[in-house]
């Protein structure tokens, strides 16, 4: 459950943009405030089904655009990349304080 939270996370973090402001805040509610599907259709005056049914959708949607998309994918592979690039730098040049602060920017750019 912990992997798939915190996949939604990310998702959301990179789609949001394109999901309706109901979409956007029963997911953030859920998933980055922790409230129960009761607490969320308690705040909206709408049943329990009507929050699982939304956020079901929305999570259909997430992996829909992530799977046309890739930004996640990405996303991992070019932090797997900057890892390996940080330990080769540092077998190669020891602690060259230039390069990790050029490599720091660099991520600072995600």
């Known amino acids: 459950m912990l992997e798939k939270t915190m996949r939604m996370n990310y998702l959301y973090d990179f789609y949001q943009a ?5 979409q956007r805040s029963y997911m ?3 998933y980055l ?6 607490e969320i259709a308690q705040q909206y005056d709408v049943s ?12 259909a949607m997430l992996e829909e655009y992530e799977k046309k998309l890739s930004l996640f994918q990405k ?6 990349l900057m890892n ?12 060259d304080q230039q ?4 490599i720091k920017e660099l991520e600072e750019l995600e």
């Open 99 to 102: 390069i990790f602060h050029i």
């Open 75 to 80: 996303f991992q592979k070019r932090k797997q």
């Open 18 to 22: 394109l999901l309706t402001p109901k």
């Open 48 to 59: 329990r089904q009507a929050v699982y049914d939304n956020i079901k959708r929305t999570e």
């Open 33 to 38: 405030d922790d409230y129960s599907l009761g």
């Open 84 to 95: 390996e690039l940080k330990d080769y730098v540092l077998q190669k040049y020891g602690n």
């Open 28 to 30: 953030s509610l859920y």
